[in-house]
């Protein structure tokens, strides 16, 4: 566990292996689903999306408001700096509000120590159109905050621009990449500007199907 936490290529190579294999269980029981789920409705559905690999949605624009909830101000800080960090792409922007009501998104706190992710995002989605309605960004304390896992503040900075990145539509990629599944290796990169914008230069996908896949 010690070599784990304190060797960072070893560490990625493991969450990449870890994630890997869940993204092959979850297509695996995704065969066995009544064909009917897969199909695109036309009626105005709403389907929950805990989002890993494959988010498969986006904003009708690129930008939303986002409400912070946090009561500990490391990870307030942290999540107002991914935010920034975000908007200084000019990709897409997150625009902070003080009413709860008025956001699209909540970003807020998590706290379990059983699923080895240090965050998850949580979108909601019309199935007819393939645009996100609201969601949920959480920072999982129980890693995040304790020093047994040695997240730096850099390190918790990426993890809230990974979440962010799910929020807007991204899925994990291998690449050099914020949205690596390993989630706290690196900041936002170009290819992740260049992946927002195109991404909102398409029209979404639209589907029935629920995808419930914890992210690291």
Not at 97 to 102: G, I, L, Q
Not at 132 to 145: K, Q, R
Request: glycine share 6%; net charge neutral.
């Amino acid at each position: 566990m010690h070599f784990y936490q304190t060797n960072l290529n070893f560490q990625t190579r493991v969450n990449i292996g870890i994630a890997a294999v869940k993204d092959y269980i979850n297509r695996f029981q995704a065969s066995f689903d009544d064909p009917s789920t897969t199909k695109t409705t036309k009626q105005t559905t709403k389907a929950t999306i805990k989002t890993d690999n494959d988010t498969n949605g986006r904003w009708t624009s690129p930008k939303a408001t986002i409400y912070l909830d946090f009561q500990n101000q490391t990870l307030d800080d942290a999540m107002r700096e991914a935010i920034n960090a975000w908007n200084a792409t000019g990709a897409f922007t997150f625009q902070i509000v003080n009413n709860k009501k008025a956001a699209n998104l909540i970003a807020t706190t998590m706290q379990n120590n059983q699923d080895q992710a240090a965050g998850l995002t949580d979108m909601s989605i019309n199935t007819a159109t393939g645009y996100f309605m609201d969601g949920h960004v959480y920072l999982n304390t129980a890693y995040l905050l304790n020093p047994e896992y040695g997240y730096t503040h850099e390190r918790i900075v990426n993890t809230a621009e990974h979440e962010l990145g799910h929020a807007i539509g991204l899925s994990h990629t291998n690449q050099i990449s914020v949205m690596q599944p390993a989630g706290s290796n690196y900041g936002i990169q170009q290819i992740d500007i260049t992946d927002v914008q195109r991404l909102y230069a398409k029209a979404p996908t639209t589907s029935t199907k629920q995808t419930t896949v914890n992210n690291n």
